[in-house]
């Protein structure tokens, strides 16, 4: 053995010996070189391709979700105007949900059929809203077409959602649906069979051919500014405001200047108390509260949502904000998102909003908003020629069982706004509020009502 290694030294001194040996080095090294990288481009791939995947799934969920909206919405509608508006909802929805469906790596019978599900509704709710445009109510079977559309929809939504979870777990992964196609698929949605969704096709064989800001809050603005009520003010009175609202000293609060960016020109103040970070914005116009916000850790619940709801009036009663009434909230992190309207002889004006964040184990205000009620706020003239409860509640759909009945005045996307009479009812497990002009009984709206364990919401 000795021998041989000394005998193999020898070898290595001769130059083409060494040479050779270098190549084979340098060989080794390019091949470990190109593995690693085509490794490296292939987990690439595939990570692109399930980022891919997962954003076409999860606007997949979105589109359905609202399907289903408004399909629910259109089974009670009563006017044919908004049921054509409704119906080409619908549409435009299931047509968005069709493409993002047929961007994922599943083929399977389950999904071939959803597709044609969804491609159906698509066809059925165009043709009744051409109807509706035309004048025409819907009959009594094309109602409960849509009503079973609107069970079909429930179903794909939940499967689609259970399939969400298993995803987000890591249990099954885009790949291995790929690969596995209808079996992975069934037994990801076990509860749900694909068979139901084999049904849907013989079902429509005659019909071929939507921070929480609750409701109205897309239509919140003014280009007048009406709360917006005052003089302008210099960043030294705007830091005296800042002191009385907050209780915060001068040594405590950092000046970021004047910001004309956004909607409401304001100065914008940080202050530092107790190791946490309060951010406020005070309008030059007036020295108004534009936002409060700041966060701190709540590690334990000790109020009710309910509590916290009435020390958030409390709050903005003694703030100056007078005669202001929950309507929708939402729980987050251990606080609640609350929505105040303004009312006005009983009647909610839900233009005029402020919204607060609440931390549900003391009480606190951790947060305010009240760019709705500086856009919109001002006295509404009385209206003294409106139609009665009993006439508006006339134009109900019957099928909705009314539960209560308030005036609310309610904006519209033309920076007007509407006097209605509000009605909310039930049909089955649904609960929707609907909107009845009080001066001529037309429909404007329908809201649907989804009670969640996190809070109630408005789509």
Not at 308 to 336: P, R, S, V
Request: aromatic share 10%; with cysteine; net charge negative.
């Amino acid at each position: 053995m000795k021998t041989k290694l000394q005998d193999w030294k020898n070898r290595l001194k001769d130059r083409k010996m060494f040479s050779t040996v270098m190549v084979i080095i340098i060989l080794l090294v390019a091949v470990i070189i190109l593995a690693i990288y085509t490794y490296n481009k292939q987990k690439e791939y595939r990570q692109t391709s399930e980022n891919a995947y997962n954003m076409a799934f999860y606007e997949l969920i979105n589109y359905i979700e609202e399907v289903e909206t408004y399909l629910a919405k259109s089974t009670i509608t009563s006017s044919a105007e908004h049921g054509a508006e409704t119906l080409t909802n619908v549409w435009s929805e299931a047509n968005l949900a069709g493409v993002y469906l047929s961007r994922l790596p599943i083929n399977n019978e389950g999904l071939s059929n959803a597709k044609k599900f969804l491609n159906q509704v698509s066809d059925y709710s165009y043709t009744l809203a051409m109807k509706s445009i035309s004048g025409e109510d819907l009959s009594d079977e094309e109602l409960s077409n849509l009503e079973k559309m609107h069970e079909y929809s429930v179903n794909l939504k939940n499967t689609l959602n259970q399939l969400a979870t298993e995803i987000n777990d890591g249990t099954i992964k885009w790949g291995e649906l790929t690969s596995e196609g209808k079996e992975a698929f069934a037994q990801q949605v076990s509860n749900i069979s694909t068979d139901s969704f084999g049904n849907i096709e013989s079902t429509f064989d005659d019909y071929t051919g939507l921070i929480y800001d609750g409701a109205f809050s897309e239509h919140m603005t003014s280009p007048e500014r009406k709360g917006l009520t005052g003089e302008d003010i210099d960043e030294n009175k705007a830091k005296e405001i800042v002191k009385n609202f907050t209780g915060a000293t001068d040594e405590n609060i950092t000046s970021n200047g004047l910001s004309e960016n956004g909607n409401i020109n304001s100065y914008n103040f940080i202050i530092k108390q107790n190791n946490n970070t309060k951010s406020i914005a005070i309008s030059q116009k007036g020295g108004h509260i534009v936002y409060m916000n700041y966060y701190r850790e709540i590690k334990e619940e000790k109020i009710s949502p309910e509590e916290a709801i009435q020390n958030g009036k409390n709050f903005l009663t003694e703030k100056g904000y007078q005669d202001m009434k929950e309507t929708y909230y939402l729980k987050q992190d251990g606080a609640i998102i609350v929505n105040y309207a303004y009312t006005q002889d009983n009647i909610t004006v839900y233009a005029d909003l402020i919204k607060l964040k609440i931390a549900l184990d003391n009480g606190e205000i951790l947060g305010m908003e009240s760019a709705g009620y500086l856009n919109c706020h001002h006295e509404r003239e009385k209206n003294n020629n409106i139609i009665e409860e009993e006439k508006a509640r006339e134009k109900i759909n019957p099928r909705i069982e009314i539960m209560s009945q308030n005036l609310a005045i309610i904006p519209t996307e033309y920076n007007t706004e509407i006097l209605c009479w509000e009605f909310k009812g039930k049909v089955g497990e649904n609960e929707f509020l609907v909107y009845i002009n009080a001066e001529n009984g037309k429909e404007e709206d329908i809201l649907m009502i989804v009670n969640t364990p996190n809070g109630t919401l408005t789509t």
